[in-house]
């Protein structure tokens, strides 16, 4: 069984441009969520995809947008890049929107 | 907003019991609560989860009170690989759409 991946594991962009960000979740997940995790802080809630769509959203701006597709994987877009939007991107997939949920090695973002 | 509080750093000699306290006082009569760690910049790993009763496992043991309002997170003997920030959550209404705290860090002193 493959568990969560994420591409890629690094990236370096510069301030106002726009990110991709990958996620492949568990087999047999149909929901995957996204978190931000500054430095020294825990995983700040994003969004939240379930069968491709938007199931819920944290305290993130609309420059923040994702997308699921039919196989369950999903993107995290970010535009207009800012310096705070360095962190380590983190996504986790589960069965439904319950219950525990298995998380990637996530992406670490540097915005210059 | 998180819905938990942790003490924010813990230290346990190798190979005796680590056991991590969480408070939890608001969580609703239906929901769980979830353990999750997280050895440093990698994604976190679940634990343990619980709902009223005591849960085992062969990562942790999982004690909540009866009252449910708060619970600890028992390794028995914890080893070196164990230090790591460990992460008590309360979902109450947000299904896994989870809010982290600050959670505790757990040094393993050899």
């Known amino acids: 069984e493959t568990g969560v991946t994420q591409s890629p594991t690094h990236l370096i962009k510069t301030r106002g441009q726009q990110v991709t960000l990958r996620c492949s979740s568990q087999?047999?997940?149909?929901?995957v969520s996204w978190y931000q995790q500054a430095l020294g802080q825990g995983p700040q809630f994003i969004f939240q995809y379930y069968r491709e769509e938007e199931n819920g959203r944290g305290n993130f701006p609309p420059r923040f947008s994702g997308l699921q597709f039919p196989n369950y994987s999903s993107e995290l877009n970010v535009n207009a890049l800012e310096l705070d939007d360095s962190a380590l991107y983190l996504c986790?997939?589960?069965?439904?929107?319950?219950?525990?949920?298995?998380f990637g090695p996530g992406t670490r973002l540097t915005v210059t | 907003d998180a819905k938990t509080t942790q003490p924010p750093s813990m230290d346990c000699a190798e190979g005796r019991a680590a056991n991590l306290p969480c408070n939890h006082s608001?969580?609703?009569?239906?929901?769980?609560v979830y353990w999750y760690r997280q050895i440093h910049s990698q994604g976190p790993q679940y634990i343990i989860h619980g709902l009223k009763n005591n849960e085992t496992n062969e990562m942790a043991s999982l004690i909540i009170t009866e009252d449910r309002k708060s619970s600890t997170l028992i390794l028995p003997h914890a080893t070196l690989r164990d230090t790591a920030v460990y992460y008590c959550?309360?979902?109450?209404?947000?299904?896994?759409?989870?809010?982290f705290g600050t959670g505790t860090s757990l040094t393993v002193i050899p």
């Open positions: 087999s047999g997940h149909n929901t």
């Open positions: 959550i309360d979902p109450s209404n947000t299904g896994n759409q989870f809010y």
């Open positions: 608001t969580i609703s009569g239906n929901e769980y």
């Open positions: 986790a997939s589960s069965l439904t929107g319950y219950g525990e949920q298995y």
